[in-house]
């Protein structure tokens, strides 16, 4: 089941373009036969060399989870994403093992890395193995430049599909578009 971006029609500012989802992406292969798969894309100022250090340093015990100032407001201090690029979180090397939001003991493993445009990570839930793989590539049209995020997420197998496509779909769309939001502001901020 391909996520038909339905729900993105809401946050069109995170819908990737059918040749964004058509396209093949580093990892689609480590889980080739995937029973959900969601795309998520947007564009932000700056070209990838200056994009990529923030989003190597996403994370669970390492930045944080972006999200805008004004949602942020509402989280506890200790909780809140980083709004500086850290020097600590700029190393990543295929094997390295991050903690991830999906649980106390769920990890993601760094499987393919590229600076400055490709990330790709996998790990195992239960029987289900995933990939999230995060793009960049670069629209030098504008003077500054441009960069597309494209983010993708690959399922498989899946027990639920419809749990997994509709509601995962959705939380998977709502924290994609809390996060390049609160990408684009750090981005900008001096």
Request: hydrophobic share 45%; proline share 6%; glycine share 10%.
């Amino acid at each position: 089941m391909r996520d038909d971006g339905a729900m993105s029609r809401w946050f069109a500012d995170v819908a990737p373009t059918e040749a964004e989802v058509a396209a093949v992406r580093p990892g689609d292969d480590i889980v080739a036969d995937a029973d959900v798969v969601m795309d998520r894309a947007f564009t932000v100022d700056g070209a990838p060399d200056e994009v990529w250090p923030w989003l190597l340093q996403l994370g669970k015990q390492r930045a944080g989870w972006y999200l805008p100032h004004r949602l942020e407001r509402i989280i506890p201090r200790g909780r809140r994403a980083i709004r500086r690029l850290d020097e600590r979180w700029q190393q990543l090397a295929v094997g390295d093992v991050i903690p991830d939001y999906g649980g106390r003991h769920a990890t993601f493993t760094v499987a393919i890395i590229e600076p400055p445009t490709t990330l790709a990570y996998e790990s195992q839930r239960g029987k289900t193995h995933l990939t999230w793989a995060i793009t960049l590539t670069w629209d030098g049209a504008r003077p500054a430049g441009l960069t597309r995020v494209h983010l993708r997420l690959r399922l498989g197998p899946v027990r639920r599909l419809w749990l997994a496509g509709h509601v995962g779909g959705m939380f998977d769309l709502l924290t994609i578009a809390g996060m390049a939001a609160g990408l684009r502001e750090r981005l900008d901020e001096p």
